[in-house]
Every structure is written in C-alpha cells, then in structure tokens.
C-alpha cells in the first residue's frame, strides 16, 4: 500500500483525540450536592459493566473514525491483481518517476494522413503528463535533451507550447539518461514513455543501458511516409555536389526510384551585396540514400569571395530537409614559391598544383615555403632545418617574427592526428621536434592543427605555419602518400591563410561566418541531420532491442499504450471505500452513544 | 375556556410560595382545596352517624341510604358526626437532603413538606382533631403533642419554621422514639424524601401500625431526583453522608430512573403490605394534589 499524500498521515496523532479528551474530562468534572446518591451509586454498580464496555467501544469506534479519515485523506493507493490492457490507464498508482521523451525531432515535422505526427505524439504525451499525480515525480525531454522537472501544469504547457525543432534526438542515449534519472528515484515506480516516431536511424546507435525496475514504454510508431531530403551540399571544382538522404517509394507501376529535380540557387556573397542570383537544376537519379546530384556552378562568372546558396528539393511529407544552405569560397590561386631548403619533395607537389592551376608563381609571392633557413614574406610555411645546428638558428628567426612556437628536442615516432585534415591523418612520422611554447589565444593551443602522440606537429601561428617534421620520407611517410598534394593545396591556400574548411552543423538552415579581424576565415553551414530524412520505422524488435531489451522494453500501440501506462504500479485508490467506512463507523458511534443514553 | 378564579392548592407550589409565609401559604391552599372538595377529607374517619338529609347534587353516592332509596324512592344521605378526640401527628423530616432542590426555580423539599405540613394541620385542627408536629432529623428535634385549643396550629407553624436543616438523617431512631410519645391510637403523617435505610424505618413504621395507629407516608422527591440531568461529567456528592460519586448523567440516566422506579416500587410495596398508606409526591406537584391523594 502506499500513499498519493503520505504527509496526511501526520494527522493520525489525532486518534489520541479521543483518549484525550476522555482523560481531560475525567480530570476536573464539576462537584454538585445530590442526596440521591445512593440510587446513583445502585444504578451505576448496576450497569458498571456495560458503561465500561460501552465506554471502550465508543472509544474504540472514534479513534477508527478518525484513524479511517486520516488515511483516507491520505489516499492510499492499493495494488490491484489481474490488472489487464483494457483498464485504459484508469485508476490512480504508486508515486512513479517519470520521463516522458517527446521526441520533436525535425522528422515529427512530417505530415502523415493529413496530420503532423508530433501531434499524434503531443497528444500522448499530454495523456500521460495528465496521469500523473503530485505524488509523482515527472520530468519531459525533448529533442535537445534537455530533462525538465516541474509540475503537471508546467509540463503540459510545454508540450503545447512545443514545435518540430531542428536537433535530431538520439533515442538510444536520451533513454539511457532518462532510465538512469528515474531509477535515481526513490520512489516505487519508473516509467520512460517514448513518444518518437521511432525512425530506424533514430535507434541505430546501439542499445541503452536500462537498470532493473524501469519500464520504458515506447508508442509503436504510425504508418510512415516516403521523403526525401538533401543530406549535404558540398561545393568543390566548379561544382555542387548535393548529397540526398531518405527513403522514397517508386511511383506506382514503377519498380524504380522517381527522378529528383533539384534547384540550387546562389545569393549574394559575404560582404558582397549587388552580385545578382545565379539559379541552376539537376535531376537525381532516385531519392535513397547515398545518392547525389552534381550540378556545375559557373565558376568563372564568381569574384573571389564568400558566396552562399541554398539547394531545395519539391516540397513532400517533411518539410524540413527539402532545403539547405551551403556556402563556399572562391578565391584566387595563391602565389607561391619555396627555398631551397624546402626539399624536392615540395617542389614537386607545388608543380602538380601550378598544372592543375591551383597556385601560380611568380613575381611576388603570397606564400613562402622554408625549409628552415631564414625567411621573409606575408605568409610562412616553416619545416625545421635539416641540420639540427641550425635550428637554434631558426628558432631565433621564428621569435624575430613574433612566433611564440620554437622547436625543441626530438619527438617519439607516431601517427598524425588530424581531426581538420583529413588527407594527413594517420601517416606516419618517423622524426620530428617537439614544437615547445605556446599558451593560448590567438597563437596558441587552439592552432594547433595536427598533432603526434598527443604534441603538436603542425601549428599555426598569425602567418606562419610551422611543422615539426620536414616534408621529407626522412622524416614522414607525408610525402609518399596520396594526401600529400592535397596537403600542400589546404597549406598554401587556405591554411597558411588560416581559413577553415565549410563545417556542416545542426541547426536551423542557415550560413554562420566566423571572422578573425576583418577576414572571414570559415563559415558553417546549418541544417537538419540527414539521418532525419529517413522516415522509415524501426521493427519494434529493433526498437525493443536498442532502448533496453525485452525485459525492460513495450513497443504498444495507441491504445495499449495508453492501459500499459503505470500498470506496473497500478493502484486502486480506495479512500472512497474508507469513507464509506467512515460513515459506517459514525452511524455505529451515533448508534451507541445515544442508544445507552 | 375563561380563567376562573385563582386556586392556591392547584398552582405551582414555588409561585404558592412566593405569596407569603408558610401560614398564609397554608391557609390558602386549604381554602382553596376545601372549597373544590364539598367535604372533609377525613370525615368518615372515626366519625358516628347522627342523621340523614336530602340528597344534593355532589354528595358522594357512597354515602347514600339505598334502603330508604328502596322503601320510599327518594334520595337521602347518611351524615356523620365528627369526633373531637381524633389524634393527629406529623412527622417532618428535617434532615440535610430535605433542604435540597434541583433547580433554584422550586421549593426544596423541605419547603414543600413544611407547607404541605401546615395545610394538613390547619385541615385536621379545622376538623376539631388534635394535631400534633415532630421534626427531625438524627434526633428529634421538635415535639408539639396533640392538641385541638386555639392557637395549636400556629405552634405547629412555629415549630416548623423554628426547625433547622438537620445533618444526617436516622429516621427510625427518631420514630421509634415517637412510638413512645404517641401512645394513644390515632394517625401519624410522616413527610421525608425517605433517604435512609428502608428496613429499619419500616421497622419503626410497622411498630406504629401495630399499635393502631393509622400511618400515612408521604415521600417527596424533587423532579431532579427521579430524572437524572446534569454536564456531561459531574461528580455528586451526598450532602448527608459526603460520599461522592463521578458519573456521565446522560448514560446513567435510563439506570438510574429503574433504580428510582424500583425503589419508589419497593416502599410502596412494603407499606402496602404492612397497611401504611404511602404516596409519592415531587415538589413541583400542587399542594391541592398532594392532599387530594389523602381523600
């Protein structure tokens, strides 16, 4: 038995009323002159036995009553066997923990049989946000994962309050968080309701660990719709490359994907009002994921710049993913020329780049590539010399030029680690120095841009970039392998430069610029996870196994959901029944108070 | 009906006696009680015959003469004369539990059993009957022996109203010394609330009616005694004895009334059985009542 408000309980001291009262009244009762008492004292020897029993029963009866008020105010809650699936969540239950996982991903933005599936999930978890009690401790995650505790009330104004957002929510790590909150509870229940439309991607991140006495019930998703979405949209060579996602059924009569027509349209560069729009179309070759259209972009019709477009595929189910910004730069082939200490391994990579038109040289040089010896120009790009006696020597260049990087002892052979360069993760270095110095700020930690065992290798600081290697097989397998050239493109004209590739972020579509001084030196480009796209429902098997196992798992419909809800702490509520009790227990007080009179 | 002329002996007696002293009390009530009667409430009473007269509408038919009724189909009836050597005593008692009322609104029971005293008196000594007064209490306290010269009932008046509230009562100690002094065979009246033991009492009492002498009791009990009220929880004490008792009245009331039911039943059944003439009277009965139950 428990109680929906044990703290009534405090009134129980009130059943020594009775008992009380009975010893106050005994203690001072009034004298009076009365010569009849030796008939009294007759009548009560005569009928002692009957009061005192009389006086304990009525003592007895009002003690009950108040005893059986007291409990009833307090509620409480009794278990009831054979509870089945039909019950329609009636009845009151034990004080349960729970979450309620209102998934409002960008996918609940889709419109299925007329509706938006969030509002199909809304409605539910409203359901079971009424169904709490006080006794109940509730608190509601949504797509950013955030656990909010409050009341009843507060909660349901959320959920009314509570649009398709652009966050995607792991269902997998949200019902893990909340298994491991509720069971933190001490309290008799803990319930997780998952209300998602349970997208397979959604649960495809593992299973959730949920500890033993937590019930995670999830509703098994409707019918689901075909969509499809733009994953990304990558701008390189020329040519934008439009990455779809999503699931999509051939047209019927069809056993082939439809065609997709995609539109790009380019706006107005960074900073660079007046340049006029530029509009284009392609045509997929299906909607399933993993495919892509490419479609040329003028690019000789471009002024160097930041430029920003959007990608839109026609309107379907969702909304959401039918459109993504992207943004790229367009810059001018930087000049670049190398000393003679640089190595032949340099040389020849900036050969390969002059052919393919991506550095021109010449005349003065934009970037300088050093191998060591003393250096001028706008921008350095700095490997230490290949005699350690000089090194001394070009540390001292290095601080001259306002560099607070220097080289150091020799380093640990190891791997680079490259999470921004991805052409150069994983090669191997046989030799380097340890680059020493730094701090943080502008040329500190937060440019360091690759590094081996965990010390940095390659780092930035304003114009100068200094590796801890010479781009030497000596010293690196670097220029042995497929990424070098590419390497050396990223170094020369956008990393010396210090840009920064285009991020792909989560968010609401739109472009971010993010500047150091009066150069913009990356952008972001925001949008939903391509992994929403993907309308399709897990098996309830999948679901089941990745947000606990059978043992902790329901995947219900509608309505079973609705009777499963707290039937593992289901209670009847039996202070009515108490209450009639009560009633009884006065109507016998009333009888014999006043029957002995 | 129209209010008709007002009659002491059937008023309240607390209104009775905020009119005056016992005596004027007692006149009163007797008036009022002889006026309504049409004849002596004793006559028949150690009385002789003396002569017949035409009936009047009235007259009791026991006292009509169904002979001559026979023989000559008229009506007459039989008249007594009354004897002047008839002896009368009242016994009064004055014991602390006498000078007690339930609420401040009636007499005590001394009160009333002084005036209903003094009104038998004024009626026996208006009878030409010697009338005499004792009170008492533990001892006996006042002794006016019979007599019927003028001024017997004003003594009688007098000794009542010179008695004190007693202490405790010991009734058949104080009888069975009036069964000394009341030798000669008459009637005895004894007025008590009758709170003592029952046995001995109807020892002395039975003594008396041995002796001849016609014994009349009245027990007079205030209204409070017969129904038990009072707060929820009240200890009473015995004004006599100071034994005290806690009780609930409200649930020892139904108890206590059998308890007085069958005790009131028990004397009755006790003076019955000895040929005493027992009457229960509560203080809130009219005088008039009280010695209607004499006729």
Redesign the interface.
């Known amino acids: 038995m428990s109680f929906v408000h044990p703290l009534a309980l405090l009134g129980l001291v009130a059943a020594a009323i009775p008992a009380l009262l009975h010893l106050l009244?005994?203690r001072v009762?009034?004298?009076?002159?009365?010569?009849?008492?030796?008939?009294?004292?007759?009548?009560?020897r005569?009928?002692a036995r009957r009061?005192r029993l009389?006086h304990l029963l009525l003592l007895m009866l009002r003690t009950a009553l108040i005893v059986v008020i007291v409990i009833a105010a307090a509620r409480p809650l009794v278990r009831l066997k054979g509870v089945g699936g039909g019950g329609g969540g009636g009845g009151a239950h034990e004080p349960t923990a729970l979450v309620v996982i209102l998934d409002n991903s960008p996918s609940s933005g889709a419109v299925v049989d007329g509706r938006l599936v969030l509002d199909r999930l809304r409605v539910a978890a409203r359901s079971s946000i009424a169904r709490t009690t006080s006794a109940d401790r509730v608190w509601l995650m949504l797509s950013d994962g955030v656990l909010r505790r409050g009341t009843g009330e507060a909660l349901l104004a959320t959920i009314d309050s509570t649009r398709s957002a652009w966050q995607r929510l792991d269902l997998v790590q949200a019902v893990e968080r909340a298994a491991r909150l509720v069971e933190a509870q001490p309290l008799p229940g803990r319930e997780v309701h998952v209300l998602s439309d349970l997208q397979r991607t959604a649960v495809a991140t593992g299973h959730a660990a949920v500890a033993r006495g937590v019930r995670v019930l999830a509703m098994a998703p409707g019918r689901s719709a075909a969509n499809r979405g733009i994953a990304t949209v990558t701008v390189s060579e020329g040519a934008a490359v439009i990455a779809l996602s999503g699931s999509s059924a051939p047209p019927a009569g069809s056993d082939r994907p439809a065609p997709v027509p995609v539109t790009i349209r380019i706006g107005g560069g960074r900073g660079g009002g007046g340049r006029g729009e530029i509009s284009a179309r392609g045509l997929g070759t299906g909607a399933v994921t993993g495919s892509a259209v490419t479609i040329s972009l003028p690019a000789q019709s471009l002024l160097p710049g930041w430029w920003v477009g959007e990608a839109q595929l026609e309107p379907d189910e969702l909304r959401a993913d039918d459109r993504r910004p992207f943004a790229w730069r367009v810059a001018s082939p930087a000049r670049v020329t190398a000393t003679p200490g640089a190595g032949s391994f340099v040389a020849a990579a900036l050969a390969v780049l002059q052919d393919g038109r991506r550095i021109v040289s010449g005349g003065s040089p934009d970037v300088v590539i050093s191998g060591g010896e003393a250096f001028t120009g706008a921008r350095v790009i700095v490997q230490p010399p290949a005699d350690p006696a000089l090194v001394g020597q070009a540390n001292r260049a290095l601080a001259a030029r306002g560099v607070q990087w220097t080289w150091g002892r020799p380093g640990t052979p190891g791997p680079v680690a490259a999470p921004a360069l991805s052409v150069i993760n994983g090669v191997q270095v046989g030799r380097r120095y340890r680059l020493e110095g730094a701090g943080s700020g502008e040329q500190g930690a937060g440019d360091v841009l690759a590094t081996v065992n965990g010390e940095p290798w390659l780092v930035r600081s304003g114009n100068v970039v200094i590796l801890a290697s010479r781009l030497d097989t000596a010293w690196t397998a670097l220029p042995a392998s497929p990424g070098f050239v590419p390497f050396v493109d990223a170094l020369v004209n956008r990393i010396v430069a210090g840009e920064a590739e285009v991020d792909q972020a989560e968010g609401e579509p739109r472009v971010e610029f993010r500047t150091r001084g009066a150069d913009t030196i990356a952008a972001t480009a925001y949008g939903p996870d391509a992994r929403e796209s993907d309308l399709t429902p897990a098996t309830p098997a999948n679901a089941t196994a990745a947000l606990g196992g059978r043992d902790h798992v329901e995947v219900l419909d509608g309505e079973r959901f609705v009777a499963a809800r707290f039937s593992g702490t289901r209670r009847a509520d039996v202070s009515g029944l108490l209450l009639v009790l009560a009633l009884v227990l006065a109507a016998a007080e009333l009888g014999v108070a006043t029957r002995?009179? | 009906m129209p209010p008709g002329p007002q009659r002491l002996d059937l008023l309240d007696p607390a209104e009775v006696a905020r009119l005056g002293g016992i005596e004027i009390v007692a006149e009163g009530v007797v008036e009022g009680f002889l006026a309504g009667l049409h004849r002596s409430p004793f006559r028949g009473f150690s009385v002789e015959f003396t002569e017949h007269r035409a009936y009047q509408p009235g007259d009791e038919l026991r006292y009509l003469d169904w002979r001559i009724l026979g023989r000559s189909d008229r009506l007459f009836v039989k008249q007594f004369e009354e004897e002047t050597n008839l002896r009368s005593m009242i016994l009064v008692d004055a014991s602390r539990s006498m000078a007690w009322r339930g609420i401040p609104e009636r007499l005590t029971k001394r009160a009333y059993a002084d005036r209903l005293a003094a009104a038998l008196a004024l009626i026996l000594l208006r009878q030409r009957d010697a009338t005499g007064l004792v009170t008492f209490d533990e001892q006996v306290r006042q002794v006016l022996p019979p007599r019927v010269k003028a001024g017997q009932w004003t003594r009688i008046v007098r000794g009542l109203i010179d008695t004190p509230d007693g202490a405790g009562t010991a009734a058949h100690a104080a009888l069975q010394r009036l069964t000394a002094l009341l030798a000669r065979r008459g009637m005895v009246i004894l007025l008590s609330d009758l709170l003592f033991d029952r046995e001995l009492a109807l020892a002395a009492l039975r003594y008396l009616r041995h002796r001849g002498h016609q014994v009349i009791v009245f027990h007079i009990m205030d209204p409070a005694e017969v129904e038990l009220e009072g707060p929820p929880e009240v200890r009473f004490r015995d004004p006599e004895s100071s034994v005290s008792v806690v009780v609930r009245p409200r649930e020892l009331a139904r108890a206590y009334a059998d308890t007085v039911r069958r005790e009131i039943a028990a004397w009755r059944t006790a003076c019955r059985r000895h040929g005493i003439a027992y009457h229960h009277v509560q203080t809130d009965l009219p005088f008039g009542m009280a010695l209607r139950l004499l006729t």
């Open positions: 009244q005994r009762p009034p004298e009076l002159d009365f010569p009849a008492v030796r008939y009294l004292s007759t009548a009560e005569e009928s009061l009389r002995t009179r």
